[in-house]
C-alpha cells in the first residue's frame, strides 16, 4: 500500500497494511531543543524548513519522517504579510489578535490579555484579524498539489491558530475569567464566543477551500481536558460550545466534503466524547492515557465505530522512562486501537527535551515492526 492508501483505508475503518504514523502535525511536532538533539544523534548539520517562527516547535524536518515510516505531509496558513509582532518595553512580544506573550524555557505563556473586562461594547471596537487576507493562504494549493501528485502521502491541514474557541477566548480574557464569564457574564461570554466562531469559520473555510479535493483531514485543537476531568460539564460544554463548534465544523465539511475533522485535546474528555461526534468530530487526537478514564481497551470499545483514533502514545511516563516501557507502551496502544482499523500512531503531545532520543526512534521503530496487519501484539 502506499501512504495515502494506508490512511485512507485506516480512517475508513478498513484494515491497511500497517498501522499509518504520523509527526509534523499539530501535535506530533518536536519542540526546537529535542529537535536540536535529535539532529545531533543522526549527525545531520543542516536543518529542516523553519515553518513556524516564534513559536516553541519551529522547524518541520520531512527526511526524518521519511526516515521513520511516517506517512503524512501536513500545511497550514501563515500570519498575514503585512503584520510583524511588536515588543513593549516589559518584553511582552504581541501577535496580530493582540495577545502579549512572553517565551520561558521552553514554552511560551500569556502575558497580556486585551478583555480585562467584560465588555460587550469592547469587542465591536477591538481590532480584529483579517482572515480574508489572501497572503495567509500564498503557495498553499501548489505545494498541495505537487504533494498530491508528485508522492503518495496523505496531505492534512494543522491548525492555523493555536487552539479553538475556548482556547482564544483564555488568550483574550484570562483562564479564570472564561470560565467566570460563563457562569456571571453570560451575554458577554456568548457574545466573544460569536465573535471568534466566526473569525475560525472565515479561516478554516479560505484555507481549505482550494485543497479541498487532496485533503485527508483538516486538524482543530482545543484543550478540554485536564488530568482528571473535562475543565467544564457536558452541560456547560453544550450551552456554550458546541453549537458554534458545530457550526464551524458543518462550514468546513460542506468547503471539504471528503475530509475527515479531526480534533486535539489534551486530558481526561471520555465524558464530552458523545457531544463531541454529535458536533461533527471524526478523528480524536492526544488520546492521553494516563489521565482519568482514558484507558485505551475502553474507548475502542466505547467509540470505535463511529471515531478514529490518533496519537496516544504515553509521554508522561513511557517515553522518559527505560527503552523497554517505551517499546511495551507502544504494543499495548497498537493491540487496544488498531484491530479493525481506525487508528494512526502518534505520540499523545509533542516531542519536549525530556524525552531519550532513544525513546523517540523506538517508539516509531516499533510500530512499523509490531503495527502490522492483522494485529498480533499482545500488550498484557
Known amino acids: 500500500m502506499t501512504s495515502r492508501q494506508r490512511v485512507d483505508a485506516a480512517i475508513n475503518h478498513r484494515e491497511p497494511d500497517r498501522v499509518p504514523l504520523d509527526m509534523w502535525g499539530s501535535d506530533t511536532r518536536l519542540v526546537d531543543e529535542f529537535y536540536f538533539q535529535v539532529l545531533g544523534h543522526l ?67 500569556i502575558s497580556k490579555h486585551q478583555f480585562p473586562e467584560p465588555d460587550v461594547a469592547a469587542i465591536g471596537r477591538h481590532r480584529w484579524p483579517d482572515m480574508n487576507d489572501p497572503s495567509r493562504f500564498e503557495g498553499m494549493a501548489e505545494r498541495v498539489r505537487d504533494w498530491f501528485e508528485n508522492t503518495d502521502y496523505a496531505i492534512t491541514t494543522t491548525t492555523p491558530v493555536s487552539g479553538l474557541i475556548m482556547d482564544v477566548y483564555q488568550y483574550l480574557r484570562g483562564t479564570e475569567n472564561f470560565f467566570m464569564d460563563m457562569c456571571s457574564e453570560q451575554k458577554f461570554a456568548h457574545a466573544l464566543i460569536e465573535q471568534i466562531a466566526d473569525l475560525m469559520e472565515t479561516l478554516y473555510v479560505k484555507m481549505v477551500t482550494p485543497l479541498a479535493p487532496q485533503l485527508t483531514w483538516i486538524e482543530f485543537a482545543t484543550d478540554y481536558g485536564t488530568q482528571n476531568a473535562p475543565f467544564m460539564s457536558p452541560r456547560m460544554y453544550r450551552g456554550f460550545l458546541k453549537g458554534p463548534e458545530s457550526r464551524i465544523f458543518a462550514a468546513v465539511k460542506k468547503a471539504a466534503p471528503d475530509a475527515k475533522i479531526f480534533m486535539h485535546s489534551c486530558g481526561s474528555v471520555k465524558r464530552l466524547i458523545p457531544d463531541l ?51 511495551e507502551e507502544t504494543r499495548r496502544r497498537i493491540a487496544d486501537y488498531a484491530p479493525g482499523g481506525g487508528y494512526i500512531v502518534g505520540p499523545a503531545n509533542h516531542f519536549t527535551s525530556d524525552v531519550p532520543v532513544e525513546k523517540f526512534f523506538a517508539l516509531y521503530e516499533t510500530a512499523v515492526e509490531l503495527g502490522k496487519y492483522p494485529i498480533a501484539v499482545n500488550a498484557k
Not at 522547524?59 to 504579510?81: E, M
Not at 470505535?304 to 517515553?319: T, Y
Request: with cysteine.
Open 43 to 109: 549527525g545531520w548539520e543542516e536543518m529542516g524548513q523553519l515553518e513556524r517562527p516564534g513559536k516553541t516547535a519551529q522547524y518541520v524536518d520531512y527526511r526524518l519522517s521519511d526516515l521513520l515510516g511516517c506517512d503524512f505531509r501536513h500545511i497550514t496558513a501563515k500570519g498575514p504579510a503585512g503584520f510583524t509582532r511588536w515588543r513593549d518595553d516589559e518584553g511582552n512580544s504581541y501577535d496580530e489578535w493582540g495577545i502579549g506573550y512572553k517565551k520561558m524555557g521552553e514554552h511560551s505563556f
Open 277 to 327: 461526534i454529535e458536533a461533527g468530530v471524526e478523528i480524536l487526537s492526544a488520546l492521553q492515557p494516563l489521565a482519568f478514564e482514558m484507558d485505551s481497551a475502553a474507548l475502542k470499545r466505547e467509540f470505535g465505530g463511529e471515531l478514529v483514533f490518533h496519537g496516544g502514545i504515553d509521554m508522561q511516563q513511557a517515553l522518559v522512562g527505560r527503552r523497554e516501557q517505551t517499546i
